[in-house]
């Protein structure tokens, strides 16, 4: 499977409280139904202002991602998609 956008064992926190990020990662809109746009793995996703991850009509596929500590959801699905995540 070939991956657009793939992300591999870090960190996405925003540094301080005041300077947070309004989402860790935003992606829309699948091109091939059978391609996910992001694989993440290995990864944690927090302190953001609204979603850690926000997808719309997308794929995405995780495993073993921690998301936490934001102001609306740790993970927005939006109109459809394939999601795949795995601990």
């Not at 499977?1 to 860790?24: N, T, V």
């Not at 996910?36 to 926000?54: F, G, K, P, S, V």
């Amino acid at each position: 499977m070939e991956f657009i956008l793939k992300k591999e064992a870090g960190i996405i926190r925003s540094p301080m409280q005041s300077l947070r990020m309004d989402f860790g990662v935003s992606i829309d809109t699948a091109v091939n139904i059978n391609q996910a746009m992001l694989e993440i793995d290995n990864t944690i996703i927090e302190n953001m202002i609204d979603d850690d991850i926000y997808a719309y009509a997308t794929n995405v596929s995780s495993y073993n991602c921690v998301l936490g500590d934001c102001g609306a959801a740790s993970l927005a699905l939006d109109n459809g998609g394939s999601y795949d995540s795995t601990r």
